[in-house]
Nanobody, 122 residues
Framework: QVQLVESGGGLVQAGGSLRLSCAAS????????MGWFRQAPGKERELVAS????????SYADSVKGRFIISRDNAKNTVYLQMNSLKPEDTGIYYC???????????????WGQGTQVTVSS
């Protein structure tokens, strides 16, 4: 099982950009579908973007389409989330997660990072 560590969060003004990174330990990273979730204060955790382990299928939440880009580098055991044109509503704790499946649909035995705070000021 992999272990995940996020980095790259911080405070940014609306319209700015941030790049989150999630470094994974373990030899089986390439077999994990990877995703970024976020949780805003008082709201449920939501899937923002994911990239499958096979075929590299990418999905985005409607709220971030055209602004966020997820990518993975299996050679570096790392998944990234490039966040552009940030809005105050993007504020929240961003979590990296992995699942040994084709997608995050439904329930699964997920691996989670500790989370990184992203704050977008207006």
């Amino acid at each position: 099982q992999v272990q995940l560590v996020e980095s790259g969060g911080g405070l940014v003004q609306a319209g700015g950009s941030l790049r989150l990174s999630c470094a994974a330990s373990g030899r089986t990273f390439s077999r994990y579908t990877m995703g970024w979730f976020r949780q805003a204060p008082g709201k449920e955790r939501e899937l923002v973007a994911s990239v499958s382990w096979i075929g590299g299928k990418i999905s985005y939440a409607d709220s971030v389409k055209g602004r966020f880009i997820i990518s993975r580098d299996n050679a570096k055991n790392t998944v990234y989330l490039q966040m552009n044109s940030l809005k105050p509503e993007d504020t929240g704790i961003y979590y990296c997660a992995g699942r040994l499946s084709i997608s995050f649909y439904g329930t699964g035995d997920d691996v989670w990072g500790q989370g990184t705070q992203v704050t977008v000021s207006s």
